[in-house]
């Protein structure tokens, strides 16, 4: 199986790294190591931990993101990432999320994909891939995409809301097993209460989540100068 482990001139050293290893050995590098995409817009500030005990880490344009890697915005800032299946997340103010799984194999376009958001806003774009199991996970629903875009925020209490832009998706409560299937347009809500509330509504926008050639970009480490 061919995992594709780096894409783009964009990624650092430990994305080469990875794939070299991976060319040698002939199989994909331990999850903390293993590249699943790299920073395409930020906006004010954004961090990334890796599940290993390392420091928290500053993110910058270009920057590669890991598998179980925990990122996280500040209020009023935003970081979007794009995976190698040019799936694109979109992470808005004040938002955790843990990229759980990813794995993408190009030579037969399967994508597995599992993240968590525990809090704030993420806007979720599946890429490329031909075959794909697309999950995200929060504290009251379980969510399972079908090649589309949607948008997922969390509140303090661990309530989601769910609404999808183009596409399909399948939400299913964490705490009673309810489910809805939810169309383009359609927005819903997995209360802490269980169940599903169809026709919720959608809580205020996010410019965070929105274009990524719209986020206002910082470009450069401390002390570089490229």
């Known amino acids: 199986m061919n995992h594709i482990l780096w894409r783009r001139r964009g990624f650092c050293g ?3 790294a990875s794939a070299l290893l991976y060319a040698i050995t002939g199989r994909p590098v331990a999850a903390q190591t293993a590249v699943a995409g790299d920073v ?3 906006r004010v500030w954004a961090y990334g931990t890796a599940p290993d005990g390392a420091a928290r880490r500053d993110l910058f344009m270009a920057d590669p993101v890991y598998v179980r890697d925990t990122l996280q915005t500040v209020p009023d800032g935003a970081l979007h990432v794009e995976l190698m299946d040019e799936s694109v997340l979109r992470l808005g103010s ?4 843990v990229v759980d799984e990813f794995v993408y194999e190009g030579s037969t376009g399967s994508l597995q994909f599992l993240a968590s958001i525990s809090k704030g806003v993420c806007r979720f774009v ?3 891939a031909k075959s794909k199991k ?3 996970q929060t504290p009251t629903a379980s969510i399972v995409a079908r090649g589309t875009i949607f948008s997922v925020w ?3 209490n661990g309530e989601t809301v769910v609404w999808v832009q183009e596409g399909e998706v399948d939400v299913t409560s964490a705490v009673d097993g309810g489910s809805a299937t939810v169309g383009a347009t359609e927005i819903v ?3 802490a209460t269980g169940g599903i509330e169809l026709d919720a509504t959608r809580p205020p926008n996010d410019p965070g989540i929105g274009d990524s050639s719209k986020i206002n970009v910082k470009t450069t480490k401390r002390g570089s100068s490229q």
């Open 14 to 16: 430990a994305a080469a």
């Open 40 to 42: 395409v817009a930020l």
């Open 94 to 97: 004040a938002t955790q999320i």
């Open 126 to 128: 599946t890429g490329k």
């Open 134 to 136: 697309f999950r995200v």
């Open 154 to 156: 969390v509140d303090g």
């Open 189 to 191: 809500k997995a209360p």
